[in-house]
């Protein structure tokens, strides 16, 4: 069970990074379009374990998903970002089909990772979480100034001599590499959720992105923690009733800006 509560906690750290770093990018389907490409990397390494190759999945759908993000990035500067992150989404979800017709007798083992499942984390997956969430940590702080000026003003960042094709890379690099590691807990359908409605909860209630993120990071255990007791009760998956928590939580909080915002309007 410790083993589960600290997966729980590496995966709030992730997400009040990621999440946030999505969610200011104005990016935030990013997360969707990443999630679902390291399925992709999943079926990959099966496919080549099935002819005798075998590669770490974690490495495979790591790279695949940083190749994703990097690829939307890049469209995103010709094109808007949903058009970027629509396309690559796109073309991994093909990939992702192709490899699992080639591999039916171990497809299940990639649909595992559609769903997730926190109960099922095993020692090697918290290495994977310990190690995403480290590497986040430290590129985050490292970047911290560069990172917000870029997001709030990008042209500005560049007028300073900062580079920021660099910066994106290694914002959705950041994204990516925390979406992967936290598939197999929370799965690639319901990593959105997870990323995205914790972020876009604290943004409503934060002055600064340091506000953003710790509250970001107490939303999304909670929601996690949630999921993990409910589930105990009642015979449902973990991970979707965190998914559920994080989104019931959102579509409270923005029911209750929008009474606001109507009963200022009715004032004035």
């Known amino acids: 069970m410790d083993k589960i509560f600290i997966s729980a906690l590496l995966i709030s750290l992730l997400v009040a990074i990621s999440g946030n770093l999505a969610v200011f990018r104005k990016a935030s389907f990013l997360i969707a379009g990443v999630a679902h490409s390291a399925l992709a990397g999943v079926a990959l390494s099966l496919l080549l374990a099935s002819i005798g190759l075998e590669l770490n999945y974690f490495a495979v759908a790591v790279l695949i998903g940083i190749a994703f993000a990097v690829l939307a990035s890049t469209v995103s500067r010709f094109s808007d970002i949903d058009t970027g992150i629509a396309i690559s989404f796109a073309l991994s979800m093909a990939l992702a089909v192709i490899f699992i017709s080639m591999i039916r007798g171990m497809s299940a083992k990639v649909w595992s990772f559609l769903f997730g499942e926190i109960f099922l984390i095993t020692a090697q997956d918290l290495v994977y979480l310990t190690f995403s969430a480290t590497l986040a940590v430290l590129l985050f702080g490292l970047l911290y100034d560069r990172l917000l000026f870029f997001l709030f003003d990008p042209e500005g960042a560049e007028a ?67 999921g993990i007791l409910a589930s105990i009760i009642f015979p449902v998956s973990a991970s979707a009733l965190a998914a559920f928590t994080a989104s019931a939580l959102y579509l409270i909080v923005f029911y209750v800006s929008c009474s606001r915002a109507k009963a200022r309007s009715f004032r004035r």
């Open 160 to 226: 300073s001599g900062i580079n920021p094709k660099l910066l994106d890379i290694i914002l959705v690099t950041i994204i990516a590499i925390s979406v992967v590691s936290a598939m197999r807990a929370v799965g690639a359908i319901l990593s959105y959720s997870i990323f995205v409605a914790p972020a876009a909860i604290a943004r409503e209630f934060s002055k600064s992105i340091r506000q953003s993120i710790i509250l970001t990071f107490a939303i999304a255990l909670v929601s996690l923690i949630t």
